[in-house]
């Protein structure tokens, strides 16, 4: 047995069923002891993307999916994935191959500093030196990524440590780990705070995703009645048909969810994480915020809670439940804004206009997919629409990215998404930036035999940037492109394309694709003249107008229309 065998031995222990990556000679040893495996080798056209994939297993699964790459430029084009799950919480191990360290005979040749390059941008990363501690750093390596806060871990196996024989160590057995529950003090003073509440309301935040918290959640948001709004990657983290479905704060102030937001005196903030832009800001006039997470909050400018509670989530929410449920004749005093506040965010989306509003195309697709289909967000503009008006009903079924919102990563989180339910529609939604940043994925999409639609808004232009170009009253410049013929592309790659040629057609062209079986390809055009319209103009003035009617909490600010 030598040290790559080991290494793989250790991964099956940990239940890895499949690698992604794009291999170099350094990997040899490893690729060969991975071909004796249970373990499948993913090829993907790019490194980056495989750590998408990797990173979105982990987000899904809540165990850490695995990435493989060379040394130097294929180490080098992880490290946007690596931010990705680091940002993103996601659980992800990253193995990187090197030259050998015990002798130099191509002397600097394509060597950098991987581990260095990848101390900023994982939890933990370590080359290897000796076969003996294989087994226990890749014990470790998955502990770390995958206990909260989740994260990537990076390995480094250079190329004469990998071939060398290794003495035949058994891996670590793994065992189950239940955190600490939040501690009855804790649950004593939350439970004070929310029955004294007159108008409590329900943040859930990126952490209230975990896949394994999503029915404790929505059992206790049934139990207490007390509606809800999320952030955007806290989205969908309730089962639906709740009827306490608030809104998600995609914007940080003035959206219409904010008029719930703005009125709350006791924010209960479930999993809330800073990295994700702002779903509100707090400042010395209120409301109070109670944090409920795994780990203490951070404190930001923007985000300080004035209590705590710390511990396993869904355990402690269950323990608070116990302690208010029935008790709370204040629980719903917000809800009577959430007719208005669902009936605005509706507005348009049937409208028929052509190019398609990014109303009528959220509408759309919520249309075509089914209950349980996952839809995968790029990072362009239609993100803000999506995460504002589409409508989840199951957990994770709206993967986007507000942490990192890095270009590229829809396509590969489809193609993860795919492989583990393919027994459900997936869609990739991408602008026609970020598709082109990882299109040649399509080849290793149907390579593997996958199902899904990838949905191209087609507007010539990186138009979030444009955007907000316009709405900080710059000329227009610098942010248009020409496009291939979407359609041909998709051919090329065998693949079917769809262009759509009028409203109406949207959805039966994504329910034919969806039917076609195999991947299938829609671009649709794309009006974003209602970017400025609402998400701009009529915000303001719905803002002043409440600010004239004497509301607390609406200053004049500037719009923050960052993505
Ligand atoms: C890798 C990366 N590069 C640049 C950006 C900055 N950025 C955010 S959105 C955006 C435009 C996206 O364009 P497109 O994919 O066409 O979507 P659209 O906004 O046009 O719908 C850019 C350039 C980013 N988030 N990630
Ligand atoms: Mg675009």
Redesign the pocket.
């Known amino acids: 047995m030598n040290s790559a065998e080991l290494l793989v031995t250790a991964m099956e222990n940990e239940g890895v069923r499949e690698i992604f990556g794009v291999p170099g000679e350094e990997n040899l040893d490893l690729v060969e002891a991975l071909r004796r495996s249970t373990i499948k080798l993913v090829v993907t056209r790019h490194e980056q993307a495989a750590a998408f994939m990797a990173a979105t297993h982990g987000r899904l699964t809540g165990r850490a999916g695995v990435c493989l790459s060379t040394l130097g430029p294929g180490a080098l084009n992880l490290v946007?994935g690596a931010a990705y799950a680091l940002l993103g919480a996601m659980p992800m191990i990253m193995i990187t191959g090197q030259k050998g360290i015990l002798s130099r005979k191509q002397a600097r040749f394509q060597i950098v500093d991987t581990v260095s390059t990848m101390t900023p941008l994982t939890k933990m990363t370590h080359q290897i030196v000796s076969p003996a501690t294989i087994p226990s750093m890749v014990r470790e390596a998955f502990r770390m990524a995958q206990q909260e806060r989740p994260g990537p871990v990076h390995l480094e196996l250079p190329e004469d440590i990998a071939g060398e024989s290794a003495p035949s160590i058994a891996p670590v057995p793994v065992h189950p780990i239940d955190p600490p529950i939040g501690p009855p003090a804790a649950l004593d003073r939350a439970a004070e705070l929310i029955r004294k509440a007159e108008r409590p309301l329900i943040m859930l935040g990126a952490a209230a995703s975990r896949p394994r918290l999503a029915a404790a959640l929505s059992d206790f948001v049934q139990r207490m009645q007390i509606p809800f709004f999320t952030t955007q990657m806290g989205k969908g983290a309730v089962a639906g048909g709740s009827g306490l479905y608030m809104g998600t704060a995609a914007l940080s102030e003035r959206d219409y969810v904010h008029l719930a937001i703005d009125r709350a005196d006791l924010i209960i903030s479930i999993g809330h994480d800073t990295v994700e832009k702002p779903p509100f800001l707090m400042g010395p006039a209120g409301p109070t915020v109670l944090h409920v997470g795994y780990l203490p909050a951070t404190v930001e400018e923007v985000f300080f809670p004035h209590a705590e509670l710390v511990g396993d989530v869904g355990p402690s929410l269950r323990l608070l439940a116990d302690r208010l449920e029935g008790r709370l004749p204040n629980a719903g005093a917000l809800l009577g804004l959430r007719s208005e506040i669902l009936a605005r965010i509706a507005d348009r989306a049937k409208e028929s206009r052509y190019p398609l509003t990014p109303q009528r195309i959220v509408h759309d697709v919520r249309q075509v997919m089914s209950e349980d289909g996952i839809v995968c967000l790029?990072?362009?503009?239609?993100k803000i629409w999506f995460a504002r008006n589409y409508r989840t009903r199951v957990a994770n079924t709206l993967l986007l990215d507000n942490a990192l919102?890095?270009?590229?990563a829809g396509l590969p989180s489809a193609i993860m998404a795919a492989m583990l339910h393919p027994d459900r529609r997936v869609l990739a939604v991408?602008?026609?930036?970020?598709?082109m940043?990882s299109s040649q994925e399509l080849e290793t999409a149907t390579r593997l035999g996958l199902r899904f639609v990838v949905l191209i808004?087609q507007?010539n232009?990186?138009?979030?940037?444009?955007w907000k170009q316009a709405a900080d009253g710059y000329p227009d410049f610098g942010m248009t492109f020409g496009n291939p013929d979407f359609v041909a592309y998709a051919k090329a790659f065998g693949i079917r394309g769809r262009r759509v040629e009028s409203a109406e057609a949207l959805a039966p062209a994504l329910e034919a694709a969806f039917t076609g079986g195999g991947v299938e390809l829609v671009s649709v055009p794309?009006d974003?003249s209602e970017n400025m319209r609402v998400l701009v103009d009529e915000l303001r003035d719905h803002a002043s107008t409440r600010a004239g009617e004497g509301n607390r909490g609406i200053q004049p600010r500037r719009r923050d229309t960052r993505?």
Do not use: E, Q
């Open positions: 946007t790029d990072n362009g503009m239609y919102a890095t270009m590229g991408c602008g026609d930036g970020g598709f940043m808004l507007d232009a990186y138009g979030m940037i444009r794309v974003y993505g």
